[in-house]
């Protein structure tokens, strides 16, 4: 059974849009029906290990296997249908959040990036996504976790990356004697983001925890003018959102899939 194609009659008007396109279906199988070197940039947040119920019998969740092994290969198969549909300059931006258990963290992203090399992703940074709203540890014995990591892999070193779209204002102009300005080009961003999380209780977006902010930055940088983003795991929009609202001096096509 192929992809369910949303149509605009049961979308909102994001994805409704000419430059966005929704698949409904399973991210592993939707995947395969992309073609070949056909997206610039995805930027996506899978379900959390064992942190979704199943929904039903015979329907399999990305996020509800036995074991964190079953979760890494079920996350490396989405994996490596991303790197086929990536274009040879393009980027793979993923969020991953770890889980403790029986006292123990297990590791679950980086032991999901060492997947990604495996199939021949290259990390380009590894994020730390600082949230100063976190949810309170009653734990007595651990340090109550506020943040999650989020790698930026491509495909090659000559993957396409625009700085200058991301840089940081570093100070004023600047006068000098000859009374010409300096303008400064600005700092590069560091890797450590603090970006408060969506408030999940919202009525406006009630399932949201991907926040918009988190999402603004990778497009800019590893998308070019009239790319194409996608997200796998696209749950309320959220990347759609921030590229259709936030980034529309640099339009582009979306292909979010489920």
């Known amino acids: 059974m192929g992809p369910t194609v949303i149509t605009p009659d049961v979308v909102s008007s994001v994805f409704a849009s000419r430059e ?63 790197w086929r549909v990536t274009r040879p300059t393009g980027s793979y931006w993923l969020n991953l959040d770890d889980k403790c258990e029986r006292k123990e963290w297990l590791g679950i992203p980086w032991r999901v990036a060492f ?29 109550t976790p506020a943040h999650e990591l989020f790698f930026h892999f491509v495909k090659s070193k000559d993957a396409y990356y625009d700085m200058d779209a991301i840089r940081e204002p570093s100070s004023p102009p600047i006068w000098r004697k000859n009374g010409l300005v300096k303008a400064p080009g600005g700092s590069v961003p560091t890797d450590v983001w603090t970006i408060q999380i969506e408030d999940s209780t919202s009525p406006k977006n009630p399932y949201a925890v991907f926040p918009e902010a988190l999402v603004e930055l990778p497009i800019r940088a590893t998308c070019p003018r009239g790319g194409t983003v996608l997200d796998p795991f696209v749950g309320s929009g959220t990347t759609a959102s921030a590229d259709s609202a936030q980034l529309l001096d640099k339009p582009r096509s979306i292909m979010p899939s489920r």
């Open 115 to 143: 997947a990604m090399r495996e199939i021949g992703w290259k990390i380009r940074s590894e994020v730390i996504w600082h949230k100063p709203g976190h949810v309170r540890n009653a734990a007595k014995d651990r340090l």
């Open 20 to 82: 966005c396109g929704l698949l409904l279906g399973d991210a592993r199988e939707v995947l395969r029906t992309l073609p070949h070197d056909s997206v610039d940039c995805t930027v996506t947040s899978p379900p959390y290990y064992s942190g979704r119920r199943h929904v039903g019998d015979t329907i399999h969740e990305i996020g509800s296997e036995k074991t964190v092994e079953e979760y890494v290969e079920a996350l490396a198969s989405v994996g490596r249908e991303v």
